[in-house]
């Protein structure tokens, strides 16, 4: 009779809890592992990607979109852009160089128009960016020498107060020495 005790404590994981009359799902399927997204990030808000923080979500933006923000008066001031007028200009010379040498060594019109066309592009674009370049050095270059100069001109300021501060020292010192010699003429008899 102690081992039927015994053997009823001990509940098979596959029998049901008392009062129930089929056994739970888990027994007929056992669940391995539990699949996660791990696409979602602990940053994610509830609706999904692409919200905003007011739980919004940005429209859709297409090329046509992006057309319509591009005005007529862009192009009419393009020349007043930093550096363009320098690449446009550089673009135009190769250009003519390049095609005009091509055609005239005897390449067919269209083909050196072609190769006008991809040298304008490629030296303007080039001469676009280095000119980009030689300014951001040289906001560089004048962010560094204001620098100096603000070292310098507190370094010469406190030289300054160091004198200022040294003469009056010795001024003060020649007139406590003054005074001194004043004291000592005149003494009670």
């Not at 009779?1 to 008392?18: F, I, W």
């Not at 129930?20 to 699949?35: F, G, L, M, R, S």
């Not at 250009?95 to 303007?124: E, S, Y």
Request: with cysteine.
């Amino acid at each position: 009779m102690a081992d039927d005790k015994g053997a009823k404590r001990q509940s098979h994981p596959a029998d049901p809890p008392p009062g129930a009359t089929a056994p739970p799902d888990h027994v007929d399927k056992p669940k391995i592992y539990e699949v996660f997204d791990g696409t979602s990030t602990a940053n994610g808000l509830p609706e999904g990607f692409g919200q905003n923080s007011a739980g919004r979500r940005p429209p859709n933006l297409s090329l046509t979109d992006a057309v319509k923000t591009v005005k007529i008066e862009d192009f009419k001031n393009i020349h007043t852009y930093p550096c363009v007028r320098e690449g446009l200009l550089s673009g135009i010379g190769g250009a003519f160089a390049i095609g005009g040498t091509r055609m005239l060594f005897g390449t067919p019109i269209v083909r050196a128009c072609n190769w006008a066309a991809g040298t304008f592009c490629l030296i303007g674009i080039g001469s676009y960016e280095f000119c980009l370049q030689k300014r951001r050095l040289e906001k560089i270059n004048m962010k560094r020498a204001v620098e100096i100069i603000d070292r310098k001109k507190a370094q010469k300021e406190a030289e300054a107060e160091q004198k200022r501060a040294e003469r009056r020292r010795r001024k003060e010192e020649e007139e406590a020495a003054i005074e001194a010699r004043k004291r000592s003429n005149w003494k009670f008899w």
